[in-house]
């Protein structure tokens, strides 16, 4: 009966269960609403300093990227741009031009361009471009308002003309050419003669997560695209070039304008705002809100020129939250008269000729247009939407437009050769591939190694002695955050300062298999060393009480605003890493990854940098390309882009102990990272399972 003196242990275990349900009680991640697109406090925090800020700038810079698919930024292909069909009006033209942003993927729309007329100076010298993005207006660039609209947009004053009020899309390109400006307004995916499949589709199942596949991500390539043709007409001026929309239009030019550093001026109406972040999947997708929303968004263009109008909507409240912000934002480049807003109340969600009007001045100023002000919107000769369309007999749709499928294919093949290409190779290659991939597994997990200050004990118990062993019971938080993680070091008499971060399916009750201690375990306190086992999000006693949450219309309704499952796991255990290393007692942390928790760990020892010594850990023969659905507890939006091989990699020069990893591809990246990084003696990989004290002998040897 020998077994029997590790029963206090056990009994510590579980004696200590009603307080750790007491504090599972108080751990928000279990309890609270996940966040979404219509809550209500997406405020931004303006840094101290400016420094401060450019930091936080360029952290969020690459969230929205790694967000939208687009780190690394894909190969720009030839555009071939066809631009035809000239239709003449008083001061300006209007041609039809469709190009392709990716190889059989083609966007369309229309390009006004200023003229000389009735005894009007021609153009001088290089003239200033505006990108007009849409909304979700009904047909988009073809947008026409019924008869009733238009009486009641009269009626209360939203527009001045019966032509405004008809063709308010067309109103604004035409007023802006008039003004000297060369002008692309061109469709949205699904929408006018973009249509080579339906708005909202084709990007929303298990793999497009996998592969950071967006509706979005696509929407912004094009719009990216689009700013590359309007830069390439040879009238147009690169040092002036504004960027315009409403509504989901908004959104394409504050993310434009957030990612790219070649728009000088912004004016995204009727969507800046703390509440309601955008409700369509063109405007969402895993990663992108978390911690952050649109105000900040729109501040990452600072301090260049930026405009917006709020209505009778959610932006209603522009003025007072959002504008005070990002004024003080501007503050810390002495350029606050660079910012404004202004909400028209009175009106509904809204472009119409009173916000129009505060655009044209705001573009005049800042572009340098030389009109008279106040600017004022002149009537215009609108052209019936079925004279825009780009497509005619003489120019029919090109026999290469591709369908969703195909595009996402093409994707897929010229992502999977970037990545590859990133397998180092020398000091330089290595570099860049811990920028890429550090950066995505960063966003990703949304997280990083905490400091000392940020990690605090809730709960600490009681010293107890068990048989020459002790232990305590912690749970530990992140300050600030109400999270409540369950632990329980154990340690002999002679600790030597040595501790492992346990991480096991079962959590801190792994430790014990028929009241002992298991052999793993035991080795570990013979050898000196401590343990600190931990129950991370969703396992022991901070089991779920039902399936983690996801959206079944769209998974970025979800993970755009909350971490996946398994993200918050690797959370976790970066909190337990952060506790151990700065322990007063301890001098070096390993950590240890058992059965389907190995890939958790392997995730998380990515992020720990030089805080921890060794890991081992068991692969579980897993791959991303496992994950069938958006709920799976192992969904990691990105994952399968970026490969879980390596993500691991980004251990190196840390000694790294992998096993059962037969079939993963885990050797190439390893062996590439390692050998680069000069630690090639660091690693041991074996395709088989080994037993959990054959990974801790390693671990300790």
């Known amino acids: 009966m020998k077994h029997l003196k590790y029963l206090p242990f056990l009994f510590l275990v579980l004696s200590a269960a009603p307080a750790w349900s007491a504090e599972k009680a108080a751990d928000s991640r279990l309890h609270a609403k996940l966040r979404t697109f219509n809550d209500k406090d997406f405020f931004f925090r303006v840094p101290a300093t400016k420094e401060a800020w450019l930091q936080r700038r360029q952290a969020v810079r690459e969230q929205i990227l790694v967000a939208l698919g687009l780190w690394p930024m894909p190969v720009k292909t030839p555009l071939k741009p066809v631009i035809h069909g000239k239709i003449d009006r008083d001061e300006y033209t209007i041609e039809k031009v469709f190009f392709a942003s990716y190889p059989g993927h083609y966007v369309s729309g229309n390009l006004y361009r200023p003229k000389a007329s009735g005894g009007r100076k021609p153009p001088e010298g290089k003239l200033p471009g505006v990108l007009c993005p849409h909304g979700h207006w009904p047909n988009g660039r073809f947008y026409e308002a019924d008869d009733k609209t238009v009486a009641a947009q009269i009626k209360q004053g939203a527009e001045k003309t019966l032509e405004g009020a008809k063709y308010p899309l067309q109103a604004r390109c035409a007023q802006l050419a008039r003004m000297g400006c060369v002008v692309f307004h061109y469709d949205m995916v699904g929408y006018a003669d973009n ?7 084709g990007f929303t199942d298990a793999e497009a997560e996998l592969r950071l596949q967006s509706f979005m991500g696509l929407q912004t390539w094009n719009c990216l695209r689009a700013l590359d043709f309007l830069l390439s007409l040879p009238e147009v001026d690169a040092t002036r070039i504004g960027v315009t929309g409403a509504s989901g239009g908004g959104t394409q030019t504050f993310i434009l304008c957030a990612i790219d550093d070649r728009p000088t001026v912004a004016f995204p109406a009727v969507m800046v705002s703390t509440a309601m972040q955008g409700g369509c999947v063109c405007e969402n997708c895993s990663h992108l809100r978390v911690g952050t929303g649109n105000v900040e968004f729109a501040a990452l263009f600072a301090p260049k020129p930026l405009a917006m109008t709020g209505a009778n909507d959610w932006t209603i409240d522009i003025e007072r939250k959002g504008l005070p912000e990002l ?6 480049y002495g350029a606050e008269d660079r910012v404004l807003a202004r909400c028209f109340p009175q009106f509904p969600h809204n472009y119409n000729q009173v916000s129009r009007e505060v655009m044209y001045n705001w573009f005049n100023k800042h572009l340098k247009l030389g009109q008279s002000e106040p600017v004022v919107e002149k009537p215009f000769q609108p052209v019936p939407p079925k004279e825009l369309s780009v497509y005619d007999a003489s120019h029919p749709r090109p026999s290469d437009s591709v369908d969703a499928a195909r595009l996402r294919q093409y994707m897929t093949e010229q992502s999977d050769k970037q ?3 990133l397998l180092p190779k020398d000091e330089k290659s290595l570099a860049e591939y811990r920028r890429i991939f550090g950066t995505a597994l960063r966003v990703m997990i949304h997280d990083e190694l905490p400091t000392a200050d940020q990690v605090e004990e809730v709960h600490k118990g009681e010293d107890e002695d068990h048989d020459g062993y002790s232990s305590r019971c912690y749970v530990l938080s992140r300050k600030g955050l109400n999270e409540r993680i369950p632990a329980l070091a154990v340690w002999p008499p002679d600790f030597d300062g040595t501790a492992v971060v346990w991480i096991h399916p079962r959590g ?20 000196k060393s401590a343990i600190l086992a931990v129950d991370v999000f969703g396992v022991g006693d901070l089991s779920l009480d039902k399936p983690f949450a996801v959206d079944p219309k769209y998974a ?4 755009g605003y909350n971490r996946t499952l398994l993200a918050e796991r690797v ?19 390993h950590l240890v990854g058992f059965d389907k928790a190995g890939p958790w760990v392997l995730l998380a020892r990515g992020l720990c940098g030089d805080a921890v010594a060794r890991t081992a850990t068991d692969f579980n023969g897993f791959r991303f390309d496992q994950v069938q659905t958006i709920s799976d507890e192992m969904m990691l939006p990105g994952g399968l882009k970026y490969g879980l091989p390596a993500l691991a990699a980004l251990a190196a020069p840390g000694e790294l102990y992998v096993h059962n990893h037969r079939g993963t591809g885990l050797g190439q990246w390893l062996t590439a990272v390692y050998e680069t990084a000069g630690a090639k003696d660091k690693i041991q990989m074996s395709s088989k399972k080994a037993p959990e004290e054959k990974a801790v002998a390693w671990l300790l040897r």
């Open 556 to 559: 970025g309704f979800t993970f």
């Open 571 to 589: 959370h976790d255990i970066l909190t337990a890493v952060a506790f151990a290393k700065n322990h007063e007692q301890v001098r070096t942390v």
């Open 195 to 201: 249509n080579a499949f339906p708005h909202r589709t």
């Open 508 to 527: 801190k009750t792994s430790l014990f298999q028929d009241g002992k201690l298991v052999t793993a375990a035991k080795k570990i306190l013979d050898r």
């Open 327 to 332: 004024k003080a934002l501007y503050r810390l």
């Open 419 to 421: 990545i590859a290409a």
